[in-house]
């Protein structure tokens, strides 16, 4: 495994124009609509015990469940601040226009190679796919063109689903059934429960109000033995640890409000996943930034063994370092494959 350099995701100037812009909408969108935020239980275990911790930059109060230990946004804003937060907010549409110059290439990355493991072992002739949030499709058009091209006997059906109609509107491939509706409304008409052999969503549950919800509405929707693959931050990763939701961010931390509200991680995706009625197939973490992330970042961390990490120059120890955290869990970006039950 290669080390990989951050700039390779953003410039660093770039990364930090889009930290600063993020903090001063997410403070807007608080002092809007605080008054409507809602109390909620633990989104993991559904608790009510829980300890405060420290607020997110003087705004959004952050609490640990006492139960499981997880961190999430309590009280946590409504539809309507979140509507707004995605919708208005510059620092969204600085996201959108970076998101949009990498996008001119497909890459065969970690998320097909999983994909395309877990159907060599299917065996199975069709395949029904759907991405919850999947934009203008680019990602699934990658990946239908991909699974063509290495499993031709397989009849593909590809689906995909997002809140953003004008993204629907401008799909990259006509042969994608796309639809617009958001991850917070999703439902299962009757034709659709138990369709899906695959359901897919990356960088998503970490940003809704209810996440035990949208996962037992992902689980209706998957047939008997079917998958449900995501990403999330890993809240007890590498590079979150070293550098908290209130320190300088090159990327949004686990707690990130109003965007993250839920703090995953790989001590709580096992809770998660057996109060859902879900079998782990595997948790991973198959990040590449950590190492790299903490060192760009070191005049602002303030734990000794991080500073460490980040004054070491030899570049072979640092990619030997990185692949150490993938080796235990310890990396900042988690991939997730759980499984229904036959």
Excluded at 65 to 91: F, H, L, M
Excluded at 156 to 163: E, K
């Amino acid at each position: 495994m290669k080390k990989s350099p951050f700039e390779e995701n953003r410039s660093l100037e770039t990364a930090i124009a889009i930290y600063e812009q993020r903090i001063k909408d997410a403070q807007a969108i608080y002092q809007k609509h605080k008054e409507n935020f809602l109390e909620r239980n633990c989104p993991i275990c559904s608790s009510t015990l829980k300890i405060n911790q420290e607020d997110f930059h003087q705004t959004y109060k952050i609490v640990k469940c006492r139960a499981c230990g997880s961190v999430y946004v309590n009280p946590v804003p409504n539809s309507e601040a979140i509507e707004d937060y995605y919708k208005n907010c510059q620092c969204n549409r600085m996201l959108a226009e970076l998101t949009r110059s990498r996008s001119k290439k497909f890459n065969v990355d970690d998320r097909v190679r999983t994909i395309s493991t877990i159907i060599e072992k299917s065996e199975k002739q069709e395949l029904k796919i759907l991405e919850v949030g999947c934009s203008s499709g680019l990602f699934l058009q990658g990946l239908q063109d991909y699974l063509s091209n290495h499993f031709p006997q397989i009849k593909l059906s590809v689906c995909g689903i997002d809140l953003d109609q004008d993204a629907i509107s401008k799909s990259v491939d006509n042969r994608l059934n796309l639809r617009c509706c958001s991850a917070v409304n999703l439902k299962t008409t009757e034709s659709e429960i138990g369709t899906y052999d695959l359901v897919l969503h990356y960088e998503l549950i970490e940003h809704l109000l209810d996440p035990f919800q949208f996962m037992m509405t992902v689980k209706e929707l998957l047939k008997p033995g079917g998958y449900s693959v995501f990403t999330t931050p890993n809240a007890l990763g590498a590079e979150n640890l070293a550098s908290g939701y209130n320190s300088r961010r090159l990327i949004a931390h686990a707690i990130f409000p109003p965007m993250h509200l839920n703090a995953f991680s790989v001590q709580n995706i096992p809770l998660f996943s057996y109060r859902l009625g879900l079998e782990i197939v595997e948790i991973s973490t198959p990040g590449k930034l950590d190492i790299d992330m903490i060192g760009k970042n070191r005049d602002f961390l303030t734990n000794e063994s991080f500073i460490a990490i980040a004054d070491i120059e030899d570049e072979i120890v640092k990619t030997y370092l990185q692949q150490y955290t993938v080796n235990c869990l310890a990396s900042s970006h988690m991939q997730c494959i759980l499984r229904k039950p036959l």
